[in-house]
């Protein structure tokens, strides 16, 4: 099993900048990807960005250009930094890691982090 605790929401005006984290812990030598996704009221979780084992990294057409994804193998921790944020940037952020265990894809999910961004 992984387990993931994300950090680092919080309030923010329009404009602002957060920075997300999410710290990986148990089997974290399964782990392949990594990635945050959002989930606003009313609405489906959406995916934000993913990266792989090796750096490579996807957005959703929203978030380009404004949010980075990083990643520390080393110290099993993934990250988003959020800049340029706008109201419609306001949800809840979840970790999501996908762990290969025997011959099996297991999906992992932290527990969320509020972001919300102020008009």
């Known amino acids: 099993q992984v387990q993931l605790v994300e950090s680092g929401g919080g309030l923010v005006q329009t404009g602002g900048s957060l920075r997300l984290s999410c710290a990986a812990s148990g089997r974290i030598f399964s782990i392949n990807g990594m990635g945050w996704y959002r989930q606003a009221p009313g609405k489906q979780r959406e995916l934000v960005a993913v990266?792989?084992?090796?750096?490579?990294?996807k957005y959703t057409d929203s978030v380009k250009g404004r949010f980075t994804i990083s990643r520390d193998n080393a110290k099993s921790m993934v990250y988003l930094q959020m800049n340029s944020l706008k109201p419609e940037d306001t949800a809840v952020y979840y970790c999501?890691?996908?762990?290969?265990?025997?011959?099996?894809?297991?999906?992992?999910w932290g527990q969320g982090t509020q972001v919300t961004v102020s008009s």
């Open positions: 990266i792989t084992s090796g750096g490579v990294t």
């Open positions: 999501n890691a996908d762990s290969l265990v025997g011959h099996t894809i297991v999906l992992s």
